[in-house]
């Protein structure tokens, strides 16, 4: 479960390898993984305040679908849920790997 020890895994990861190139999105990414759990329409929330609290959330607007656990991931409420998160993301996956040149200044 995301938790507050995922935000402060996150937070160290970014200053420990501030230097390194991805280690802002590692941060990103443990750090938003809780909040966008929040986002989604099933289960019983998530429990961002663990291990100093127990209490579950919800964001008042749950757009994403909770997908199937284990073979029943293979039926079409899967495929739906595939489709749904593939639209949502596809934006942030293009960003990510879409190429970059490298170096910052003009070639001589």
């Not at 479960?1 to 390898?17: F, K, Y």
């Not at 039926?75 to 996956?93: D, I, N």
């Given at each position: 479960?995301?938790?507050?020890?995922?935000?402060?895994?996150?937070?160290?990861?970014?200053?420990a390898?501030?230097?390194?190139?991805?280690?802002?999105?590692?941060?990103?990414?443990?750090?938003?993984?809780?909040?966008?759990?929040?986002?989604?329409?099933?289960?019983?929330?998530?429990?961002?305040?663990?291990?100093?609290?127990?209490?579950?959330?919800?964001?008042?607007?749950?757009?994403?679908?909770?997908a199937?656990?284990?073979?029943?991931?293979?039926?079409?409420?899967?495929?739906?849920?595939?489709?749904?998160?593939?639209?949502?993301?596809?934006?942030?996956?293009?960003?990510?790997?879409?190429?970059?040149?490298?170096?910052?200044?003009?070639?001589?």
């Amino acid at each position: 479960m995301p938790s507050i020890g995922h935000i402060a895994v996150g937070a160290a990861a970014g200053r420990a390898l501030s230097r390194r190139q991805g280690s802002r999105a590692a941060a990103v990414t443990l750090f938003s993984a809780g909040l966008l759990d929040t986002l989604t329409d099933g289960g019983l929330g998530v429990a961002l305040l663990w291990p100093f609290s127990n209490r579950r959330f919800f964001a008042p607007w749950r757009p994403i679908p909770v997908a199937p656990i284990g073979f029943a991931m293979l039926s079409a409420r899967g495929a739906f849920v595939v489709a749904a998160e593939a639209a949502m993301f596809l934006p942030f996956f293009l960003y990510a790997f879409w190429p970059r040149r490298r170096g910052g200044g003009p070639s001589r």
